[in-house]
């Protein structure tokens, strides 16, 4: 099945651009032409985009790496976080902190700080505090949740970014570059492709095709995903037929053959017949032999 057809692409709007004169000359590779006073995207060369951008992303999940969704627009942050959470991948849809990459382990103090907020919530601490200490607690977990809940579970800096808008995301773009960690990013005929590694061209701006590319992306991250389970299963199918094999070639026990019945010789069975005969003579002999009361039986006249 194809990543993502002409059609899908048509009806999201991807192929319209920013106006003329907002446009940068380093995105004139991807214009196909202008239409009144707005630039159209050439989507042939976007669609080839968007397949090299997933298998990059296919092949980095697969790897044991996870992917960072950034989005921090208003158009963007609710398919940013729908479709990460759906792929259960991070994300960061509210606002980019300085240092999240380069500075990792700062930011890992502030989510253990989250993480005993919660866990204060939970198991009864707040019971203990003032009113004023529970709502001033509540209002940093709160801005805390807002700004690192996306990754709140990330143990480690993420294989590779995908970013909706580079020139809002600018410090992200930059940190990634720092730290050597390949970005997929949607850019718009006013942005810069330079320096971004998987440049897809499109409409960043549209709330539809914002949708579409990070669908696209979650899409590959679900297919690495299902790849790995697959493996896993067919390891497991490899090793019960080892199993298998190893049963049958073992010897079977005495007590798991089966008795076969023609064994036995039909003078064997008629002895058996002779034995139950002489068995119910002995028994109808002891039966005689009772003691029978006669005065019992006939009556006293006799």
């Not at 198991?123 to 996306?150: C, M």
């Not at 053959?257 to 034995?275: C, G, L, M, R």
Request: glycine share 6%.
């Amino acid at each position: 099945m194809a990543v993502v057809t002409m059609k899908s692409l048509l009806e999201s709007g991807v192929h319209f651009g920013h106006q003329v004169k907002r446009w940068d000359p380093r995105m004139k590779k991807y214009i196909f032409a202008e239409r009144n006073g707005i630039h159209i995207i050439d989507l042939q060369k976007t669609i080839q985009a968007i397949k090299d951008a997933y298998e990059v992303v296919r092949k980095t999940v697969a790897s044991g790496k996870t992917v960072l969704f950034v989005g921090t627009k208003k158009q963007a942050q609710q398919a940013i976080q729908k479709e990460a959470e759906r792929c259960g991948m991070f994300h960061v849809n509210n606002r980019w902190l300085g240092g999240m990459l380069t500075n990792f382990v700062t930011i890992k103090k502030s989510l253990l700080r989250l993480k005993k907020l919660e866990k204060m919530e939970v198991d009864g601490t707040f019971e203990n505090l003032t009113k004023k200490e529970i709502s001033s607690l509540g209002k940093e977990r709160a801005k805390l949740q807002k700004n690192l809940g996306g990754i709140k579970e990330m143990k480690e800096t993420p294989g590779i970014l995908f970013i909706i808008d580079t020139r809002k995301e600018a410090i992200a773009v930059a940190e990634a570059q720092r730290m050597g960690i390949p970005i997929v990013a949607v850019v718009d005929t006013n942005c810069n492709p330079d320096g971004i590694d998987y440049p897809i061209p499109g409409n960043d701006d549209a709330i539809r095709a914002i949708t579409l590319f990070t669908q696209i992306v979650a899409n590959a991250v679900i297919e690495a995903d299902n790849e790995a389970g697959l493996k896993i299963i067919e390891t497991l199918g490899d090793e019960d037929e080892d199993m298998a094999e190893v049963m049958t070639d073992a010897s079977i026990r005495e007590e798991d053959k089966e008795i076969d019945i023609t064994q036995y010789t039909s003078e064997e069975v008629k002895a058996d017949e002779v034995k139950t005969g002489e068995e119910a003579v002995t028994e109808t002999e002891e039966e005689d032999q009772l003691p029978v009361d006669v005065d019992k039986v006939y009556g006293e006249d006799v």
